[in-house]
């Protein structure tokens, strides 16, 4: 029966919807799209089948048109020579965080479908807000959307399913639980009008219907395998989306370009982060990458099943996890972290760039923190006694070695799956602390680097208090965070493009003027930091965020600086440099890490995961 006829036939057609009031209408109208025509995706993702170009114009086109979806990618069509250049208009089918609701453009006539199947979805899975289920409700959001808007559906036909491997996948119960609920959903709902039953009992008059309704199997392995999780101006989690041009775009540990809010909160846009040179590839990150290769590698395997060949993965050297030379700072032959897991006898390497050789003690102090990190993170769920004593150290490091030898596999994917809810108790704040030093001051193994990189950002958010020692503590914790972590851990330059990673600086550097009260200085061991050197230092990181959502909270900063320099007021002692670049070193001193910098009279410099020297500030 021809689709026309079928609409005429239960009046669903815009013409006879157009005199129902407004309920009605949308119940009817989601009923005529139920009707359309879906496409069945092949299981086979080798399958080729033609490609719907919504995406190819002046500045980017798809290739590997005529290829498996798989084999296609992004590239420039021109040069883009500035690093935040507009590169394309991204607009996903987007489910906001509960807390971020505000941050997404609304699309009318989706919500009102939305509404008509609100009562269904609530009955069939009543816990989806408690559980903060969003995929299952992008899943619901991309549907109705697919099926009323034409271009969208063409482009999301584009798109692989991966539907082989999710079948063969842990993740294959949560399909299955996810079909069957969207199918109870649908089918009550046409059970609730008598238009509805007739349409159910004409068997293939609803296409996502055929093949026991097949189509949502698939559509719900197209969310899975092409959604992304969105970040505001700061970089945060606001949301998860699918956007199908933006699918297209192929991974890459090292990506050149980076999906943004829009100023306005309008949309997004896709920008390059380095300039990029006409007929290059346009990539993304799919995960976070400051993991050593093995770790990535699983990473992407598990969830998006292809292993990446990216110019970082094809690598010898690691640079997520790989040792330097504390003499000239050049990468040192490393073994692969595997190997590092399952044997101790390893050498202290010679540095090829200067010839000098690693001393034994740095070596192997180094390597015994590393361990005791790793077993922290892998062992992170289990409850220990006196967790804080040398005791605890050597117990945790036999662990895991135990562990690598017995199951090395398990010891792998733990340290990856316990690395997203890594922390630690407060009661190791002060043995954890000195072994971060330790580390820095060996200088051997950077911190940005795998463990490190988690046990820093862990320990930063422990030990809440107003004891100006311990609030001095979490303040060199977060300039590490930020500036030996953050900033040469991002290859792609996307979180130094704004500066909002210093707002949180600012802040701690906030919170110790305002405890102080009458004193001019806080200690830690036996070094002293002056607070008027400090609350210098404090303005100066506030002005270098740059994001326009931060403009009045940075004004209301800058403000309760003016006043704090008045309390604590500070002379330049060495003329041959600005009072700021003085303050920065005596704060840098003062944390134990002034040896990792590069400094001129003009600038601060630092060695990024690549072992390049980039600016970090400009005086």
Not at 3 to 25: C, G, H, M, P, W
């Amino acid at each position: 029966m021809e689709l026309e006829n079928v609409l005429k036939r239960f009046k669903l057609t815009e013409q006879d919807l157009a005199i129902l009031e407004s309920k009605v209408y949308w119940e009817r109208k989601l009923i005529a799209l139920l009707l359309q025509y879906v496409y069945i995706f092949p299981n086979d993702e080798n399958s080729k089948r033609e490609f719907n170009d919504c995406v190819s114009n002046e500045k980017v086109q798809v290739t590997g048109k005529y290829l498996t979806p798989g084999k296609r990618g992004v590239v420039a069509c021109k040069d883009f020579k500035q690093p935040g250049e507009v590169i394309m208009e991204i607009n996903p089918v987007a489910v906001p965080s509960s807390d971020s609701i505000d941050c997404f453009t609304k699309n009318y006539q989706i919500e009102e479908l939305e509404k008509v199947l609100e009562p269904y979805i609530n009955k069939v899975h009543p816990g989806r807000k408690e559980e903060d289920d969003i995929t299952f409700q992008l899943v619901i959001r991309v549907y109705l959307t697919y099926l009323y808007d034409p271009h969208y559906k063409a482009r999301v036909d584009n798109l692989c399913t991966h539907q082989h491997e999710q079948r063969l996948d842990p993740i294959r119960e949560y399909i299955t639980l996810s079909q069957s609920r969207l199918v109870q959903i649908l089918t009550d709902f046409l059970n609730s009008s008598t238009i509805g039953k007739s349409v159910l009992k004409e068997k293939s008059l609803i296409h996502s219907q055929r093949k026991g309704w097949k189509f949502l199997e698939a559509l719900i392995c197209v969310v899975l395998i092409n959604h992304n999780i969105l970040l505001d101006q700061d970089n945060e989690p606001i949301g998860i989306g699918l956007d199908p041009d933006f699918s297209l775009i192929n991974h890459s540990c090292a990506p050149n370009c980076i999906l943004k809010h829009k100023q306005n909160w309008s949309g997004f846009e896709l920008v390059n982060t380095v300039p990029i040179v006409k007929n290059s590839e346009l990539t993304v990150t799919y995960i976070d990458t400051c993991f050593p290769k093995e770790l990535r590698m699983l990473d992407l395997r598990s969830r998006y099943f292809f292993n990446c060949k990216c110019e970082l993965c094809s690598k010898q050297e690691d640079p997520y996890f790989s040792y330097c030379c504390p003499y000239c700072h050049g990468a040192l032959k490393t073994v692969p972290f595997v190997q590092f897991l399952i044997n101790n006898n390893y050498p202290p390497p010679t540095c090829l760039s200067c010839s000098k050789t690693i001393s034994s003690v740095s070596y192997n102090n180094t390597n015994y923190i590393i361990k005791f990190f790793l077993a922290s993170i892998l062992f992170c769920h289990r409850k220990f006694v006196n967790a804080d004593s040398p005791e605890h150290i050597l117990f945790l490091t036999k662990e895991l070695e135990m562990n690598c030898k017995a199951k090395l596999k398990d010891v792998i994917e733990g340290l990856l799956l316990n690395s997203d809810d890594f922390t630690l108790e407060d009661s190791q704040f002060n043995i954890v602390y000195r072994l971060i030093n330790e580390i820095i001051q060996y200088n051997v193994f950077p911190v940005y680097a795998f463990p490190m990189n988690r046990i820093i950002g862990s320990l930063d958010e422990t030990k809440e208090t107003k004891e100006l020692t311990i609030l001095g503590m979490r303040l060199n914790l977060g300039l590490i965070n930020t500036l030996l972590v953050t900033i040469p851990s991002d290859l792609s330059h996307q979180e130094s493009q704004n500066g909002s990673m210093f707002l949180e600086l600012a802040g701690k550097v906030l919170h110790i003027l305002s405890v102080a009260n009458d004193v001019n200085y806080y200690s830690i061991g036996d070094r002293r930091m002056d607070l008027g050197v400090l609350c210098l230092c404090g303005e100066f990181f506030t002005r270098q965020v740059g994001v326009k959502s931060k403009e009045l909270i940075v004004q209301q900063y800058l403000e309760v600086y003016q006043e704090f320099s008045k309390k604590w007021p500070i002379e330049n002692p060495e003329p041959q440099v600005s009072l700021t670049h003085y303050c920065l070193r005596q704060l840098f001193e003062f944390a134990n890490i002034s040896h990792l910098f590069i400094e001129t009279t003009t600038e601060f410099r630092l060695y990024n995961a690549k072992r390049e020297v980039i600016p970090l500030f400009y005086i």
